[in-house]
């Protein structure tokens, strides 16, 4: 079955090319019928509240957390990670729905405004074990979230090095969870759709048991190897353009 990608608003017409670079089929979802012919769903990042006010009216909401706790596989980027969250924290007057099921609680646009984005190098040691390539990825945060707290059952991914102000921390650095997995649910504060480096979208398919035989082909450190003459000979000219 096809991977579904909820496109409300934000960044699903980049997931779905980059689903497209590793041999998967992704679908746009914006009725809760649509759910039902999809194994799998990346909720995409955006503006966290105009997605929720526009779930809401399309009275996705009550659909989106059955199928959380159907088992389905549901990844989060940014936005999407806020919309897992169990609770949110820095959001707006009057807050926002979420769908829930990720046991964190996320701070909303914690690294700041739009003009605060930025790139990072982020050790990933559960993604190169699992996906093959380097040990590190090269994540873009937008705008972005971050996990300040987790439960027992989630595992942290990624971290990135954040500096405090001397009230908050007696160190100058810390770091900051940006990447978790817990159960079926996969979500990253940052946005690898925007990179060319696939292994995130790859790890994600590998949630999924009736994705096996798909992402059987782009598992090895070999596909990672031949990945990006592929995306400069092959990709096809409608893929958005996506940082290097």
């Known amino acids: 079955m096809a991977v579904g990608v909820l496109a409300l608003q934000g960044s699903f017409n980049e997931h779905i090319a980059a689903l497209r670079r590793i041999g998967v089929k992704g679908v746009e979802i914006r009725k809760a019928e649509q759910l039902e012919n999809v194994s799998s769903l990346i909720i995409p990042g955006g503006e966290s509240t105009t997605m ?4 809401e009216l399309h009275n996705l909401f009550p ?4 199928f959380v706790k159907m088992g389905k596989p549901v990844w989060g980027t940014c936005a999407g990670l806020i919309f897992l969250a169990d609770k949110a ?3 707006k007057t009057g807050g926002q729905e979420l769908v829930g099921g990720l046991d964190c609680t996320v701070h909303r ?3 700041g405004s739009q003009i605060q984005s930025f790139e990072a190098e982020l050790p990933v040691p559960e993604l190169a074990a699992t996906e093959g390539g380097p040990p590190s990825f090269r994540a ?4 972005a979230p971050a996990i300040v707290e987790v439960g027992p059952s989630v595992e942290v991914l990624a971290s990135v090095s954040v500096q405090l102000s001397k009230e908050e921390s007696a ?3 810390s770091k900051v969870i940006v990447a978790v997995k817990q159960g079926n649910i996969l ?3 940052f946005h690898p759709e925007l990179t060319i ?9 590998k949630m999924s048991p009736t994705n096996n035989e798909i992402t059987a082909a782009s598992s090895s450190s070999n596909y990672y190897d031949d990945q990006e003459s592929y995306l400069y000979n092959k990709q096809p000219k409608t893929d958005l353009p996506i940082y290097e």
Request: proline content about 0%.
């Open 52 to 55: 929720a006010k526009l779930a």
């Open 171 to 173: 160190e100058s650095d």
């Open 89 to 91: 924290t820095g959001q």
């Open 187 to 189: 979500a990253t504060a």
């Open 197 to 205: 480096d696939s292994r995130w979208h790859s790890y994600f398919m």
């Open 63 to 66: 659909a989106l957390r059955e």
């Open 109 to 111: 646009n914690f690294f």
């Open 140 to 143: 873009v945060f937008i705008r």
